[in-house]
């Protein structure tokens, strides 16, 4: 039978009230990427070249969904993949099914892709809210041919199958879609994940060993996806990017219906680039660690005498890589930092010796990862600190000011910048930033600079002062966005996450009833649930009667799940206690969304006292949920342990991991992540009140 008729059905016979539907046989595919979806779906039809496509979603989500998108999106991709790939789809029809109750972000069943319906927003949706959708649709495309026309033999190539589907999607972006900033938005999250992943005391190599499916799921994680897509982005400048595109093509055609091997991929790519890439495996795939880059130069009248790239590793995983980069020279012309030279670099070792630099204007400004090219940390010289704090603003590139934004975070995070520091530049310059993905990532980090400030300990009217002075800040921000824009919509979620004086408490629930208006700030349903929360968390007004009058107003399955997360925010002991008792006691009377709605919103950071109340009631449960054969709920349950910032949050941590006991790999490397945090925290607390200890 020919494998092209799959999801074609031959007939249907009736047999009283039942039906029995026949399919022509497929061709062979590996279990794990069959599924079977049933229900009374609103279904939209389209066609990509001869290619049938179905969309499909729950009815009362129906209204909702914006099939041009899907449609959109679902068509350029195949426009991409079939002549990158240099093969046909290979599966006839494409389906893709929104699905409730996914406990994942989407699958690449054959023909027939899953998909969580939080990707259907019931508002308005960003552009960087629509370039996700447009990248999860690629992203799960790619798999038809990467992983299920070819698939993997075994977990340990895990990291392949889901790296390349996170590559070959941005590729795709790039290169055919409305996107222009593809790899900005590349970096500002699957990299920031990556880099974040490898910092952490539970980084491993890309390519590991694998002996079950509890350790395959503990790997679903930032180096699976975020390292291993970043370090398939640099190989095309490593080998060529029509030699990388080629090899690919090769190891498909020549392995498509089979399983295959890392050796096989890379044995393909080496011979279509006339390369050895052994040397390259052993660094970057069998090898833990993220490394540091860093260039020194000297200038002699006006022009460049030396620079130098230095690499370094951290002690644990002492590896120094091979990779190419870009050093960006950046200098002030007519009042702009303008990019006056970008050098190529092939570095290795400890240190690498730029001759080309010798002779150029001497730069201002030097960043050694010019285009993020490479895969590694960047640490600025002195120089350049100086000078990029003087001109962000003044920095023409927005991906440069996005990158130097980060590298600033960093260093709070590194508990090298103090806190407090931080928030004084980021409320002095963010507010002329006008790029969005520069603007996102700023509004994120005050965010997360609020919480850290629940907990450090500092002077309570010092805390009061920076909390108070962030609130403002974004509420600013809030009301001097454009009317209808993305940033409005970026500000406005950030004033959810910072709001708690009387006075924000007091403006969110006049716009939650229309009492209030920014002009162009639409509230959507979610949105609206934003504030009912912030209401809950802060027992504001009447939090009780809001979320049952929007349960009224909509009593929506998503609705439900806001509600249930507005009650368990709530800093009352009877709200913690019951949303713990279902969590850990009645949690076969729950759908596991519930649950983790529920688990994701009861200890804010601010909270700490009431968590520290509850702590031994959930460690009591670690036994039980050690036995558990769900892994979507052994990370539920992970989501019961928040950060801690205190010797008191290390040592709890540190007694049930040092105790012995087996613990489930996805929950042992939770708390180890969690502890590593909560040290972090300490060590930032520690620079901000100017101590050494921690």
Known sequence: MDHRQLGTREKVEKNGALKHWYFPQSAKFSSYIFSLHAGPFHVWEDDADGIPLRLMARQSLAQYVKPDDWFTFTKQSFEFFQPYFEIDYPFVKYDQVIVPDF?????????????????????????????????????????????????????DDLWLNESFATYMANLSLAENS????????????????????????????????????DEAFANFDGITYGKGGSILKQLPYYLGK??????????????????????????????????????????????????????????????????????????????????????????????SMVLSKAIPVLYQGGKTKIAEAVGQPCPQIVYPNEGDWAFAKVNLDPVSVENMSRHINDIEKPFTRLMLWQSLYDSVYDAKLPLDEYVSFALSNAGSERDINVVRLVSHHLGYAYSYLNQVAIDPAKRDELQLAIENFVWEQLQQAQAGSDAQKTWFSTFTDVAHSETALADARLLLQGERNID??????????????????????????????????????????????????????????????????????FKLSQLKYAAFSLFPTEQGELYEANMERIISAMDEVNTSDAPEYVGTYAKLFPLNCSDRGVQQLSEILDSGKPLNPLLEKALKNRRFENQRCLNMAALLNGSNKG
């Not at 969580?116 to 019931?122: D, G, P, T």
């Not at 802060?538 to 997360?565: C, K, M, P, T, V």
Request: with cysteine.
């Open 103 to 155: 406990n994942a972000g989407a699958m690449e069943n054959v023909a027939a892709v899953t998909f969580n319906e939080a990707y259907v927003s019931r508002g308005e949706k960003t552009q960087a809210q629509r370039m996700r959708l447009a990248n999860v649709i690629a992203h799960e495309m790619a798999h038809m041919w990467f992983g299920d026309l070819v698939t993997m033999n075994w977990w």
């Open 178 to 213: 409305e996107f222009t900033n593809t790899w900005e938005n590349f970096y500002l999250g699957t990299k920031q994940w990556a880099y974040h992943s490898d910092l952490q005391p539970t980084t491993h190599a890309i390519q590991l060993p694998v002996k079950n499916t």
């Open 242 to 335: 029509e030699e990388f595109r080629k090899g690919v093509s090769n190891y498909l055609k020549d392995l498509s219906y089979k399983n295959s091997t890392l050796d096989d991929f890379m044995g393909h790519l080496g011979a279509a680039a006339g390369k050895d890439l052994d040397q390259w495996q052993q660094q970057w795939l069998y090898q833990a660690g993220l490394n540091t880059i860093a260039a020194s130069f000297q200038c002699d009248k006006g022009e460049v005498t030396s620079l130098t790239l230095t690499q370094s590793a951290p002690e644990d995983y002492p590896t120094l890589r091979e990779q190419r980069t870009q050093i960006g020279f950046y200098n002030m012309e007519n009042g």
């Open 520 to 589: 162009g700030l639409t509230l959507d349903p979610d949105m609206r649930w934003d504030l009912i929360a912030l209401q809950n968390q802060h027992l504001f007004g009447d939090y009780e009667q809001a979320i049952e009058r929007e349960l009224a107003a909509d009593n929506s399955d998503r609705s439900q799940l806001n509600a249930i997360a507005a009650e368990a925010v709530r800093p009352l002991a009877e709200s913690k206690t019951k949303w713990l008792e279902n969590i850990l006691q009645h949690r076969d009377d």
